[in-house]
T-cell receptor, first 116, second 113 residues
């Protein structure tokens, strides 16, 4: 079974700074998908960024980028120029498309606080 | 319309009550999901519907009964719940049951007294 580990329960960063959230996973699959989801306080969960394991290039979405290290099974999220609106719980998630269904396996989450 | 809506936002019920949660999407998505999320924990998958058929039941107790009347609507019927069932119930949908992004609703916060 796949597992996802987020070793940082909480992190703090000041506005405009850069922060990196860690995620490691365990799988024997070669083809899979990795995601970072953001859940702001009392607001709905949204997808931040997605990485397909067969793509070597790291995904980027505006201020958000990932460092995908397939051999090390590591998938960290870098947030550049942090904004107050980035305050949220961030979940790393794994999906094995070979099961035929989009079952997400979530990590335990990292609570990020961005302060002025 | 890129929204998943859920009603009600909040629900308080007794252990003998019967209630239902409703989820709706109009994005043409053919896969819909129910998750349970306890405070400060990640979502836990409960059920997956694909093309209106139940595809996954993650060993959820029978006091939770899902229903998918059509491709846009997903219900979760609740009966004889326990206080430990109190949680945020999230609905999500995706384009089909392959590798597409899941869109989440805002959730229903359920309290069982």
């Amino acid at each position: 079974a796949q597992t996802v580990t987020q070793s940082q329960p909480e992190m703090s960063v000041q506005e405009a700074e850069t922060v990196t959230l860690s995620c490691t996973y365990d799988t024997s699959e070669n083809n899979y998908y990795l995601f970072w989801y953001k859940q702001p306080p009392s607001r709905q969960m949204i997808l931040v960024i997605r990485q397909e394991a067969y793509k070597q290039q790291n995904a980027t979405e505006n201020r958000f980028s990932v460092n995908f290290q397939k051999a090390a099974k590591s998938f960290s999220l870098k947030i550049s120029d942090s904004q107050l609106g980035d305050t949220a719980m961030y979940f790393c998630a794994f999906m094995n498309p070979n099961t035929g269904f989009q079952k997400l396996v979530f990590g335990t989450g990292t609570r990020l606080l961005v302060s002025p | 319309d890129t929204e998943v809506t859920q009603t009600p936002k909040h629900l308080v019920m007794g252990m003998t009550n019967k209630k239902s949660l409703k989820c709706e999407q109009h994005m043409g998505h053919r896969a819909m999901y129910w998750y349970k999320q306890k405070a400060k924990k990640p979502p836990e998958l409960m059920f997956v519907y694909s093309y209106e058929k139940l595809s996954i039941n993650e060993s959820v107790p029978s006091r939770f009964s899902p229903e998918c009347p059509n491709s846009s609507l997903l219900n979760l019927h609740l009966h004889a719940l326990q206080p430990e069932d109190s949680a945020l119930y999230l609905c999500a949908s995706s384009q089909d049951s392959s590798r597409n992004e899941q869109f989440f609703g805002p959730g229903t916060r359920l309290t069982v007294l």
